[in-house]
């Protein structure tokens, strides 16, 4: 990496080779090496308007890379977090708890239950509610603390939300994890063979691709 500050080496001009472009002429130096004056007007692009070369990037139609200053680094959820418990109805009459998890007051988990979780009658609808709240969560992390959103993390929330064989989440698991290489696929992860690669019929009305 070249030291010393713009100016100092803005001092410093001989003929060379540009240590970036490897183009000959004039160079600005310092003891790392020299720039030709178009890498020398990117470094100074670099240092006045770093998001720039992002957007040069783009208009160019290259791939666009980050700068030290747009590096990005994920939060860890803590340990410990605060939390506030609503009780809503829905639209049957029945009560329900609704948990959100919050950092920096922004929500970043949401969990809901009710009297009725463990009736065995009912596990095929608080698995979907388990899905959903898991996925939101997972988008609350996502908009709030920056994580990233990734296949491989969407089948793990649906796995985890699965309470039964086939049930809504372990199907959608099943379909998505064709979308996965399969060295990245966790071991103890639901074989998905009963999910073919063309047209599977789910029921009578609905087909997945």
């Given at each position: 990496m070249m030291t010393g500050t713009i100016e100092e080496m803005k001092a410093k001009k001989v003929s060379g080779v540009c240590t970036v472009c490897a183009k000959e002429g004039k160079q600005?130096?310092?003891?790392?090496?020299?720039?030709?004056?178009?890498?020398m007007s990117i470094v100074e692009l670099m240092k006045d308007k770093p998001e720039a070369l992002q957007?040069?990037?783009r208009v160019a139609g290259i791939s666009p890379f980050s700068c030290p200053q747009s590096v990005h680094v994920e939060k860890e959820l803590p340990d410990v977090l605060d939390g506030v418990r609503y009780r809503t109805t829905d639209?049957?009459?029945?009560?329900?708890?609704v948990s959100i998890s919050e950092l920096d007051g922004n929500p970043v988990e949401i969990f809901a239950s009710t009297a009725f979780d463990r009736d065995q009658h009912l596990q095929s609808r608080i698995s979907n509610?388990?899905?959903?709240t898991r996925l939101i969560s997972l988008t609350l992390r996502h908009i709030f603390m920056?994580?990233?959103?990734?296949?491989d993390k969407v089948l793990t929330?649906?796995?985890?939300s699965s309470r039964q064989p086939n049930d809504l989440p372990d199907m959608l698991g099943k379909v998505l994890a064709n979308y996965t290489p399969k060295t990245s696929v966790p071991n103890d992860s639901v074989p998905n063979d009963s999910v073919s690669e063309d047209h599977k019929v789910v029921d009578n009305d609905s087909i997945i691709p």
């Open positions: 600005i130096t310092n003891e790392n090496g020299g720039l030709c004056p178009t890498c957007q040069l990037s639209r049957e009459r029945n009560t329900w708890y509610l388990t899905t959903i920056g994580e990233r959103l990734t296949l929330q649906l796995k985890r």
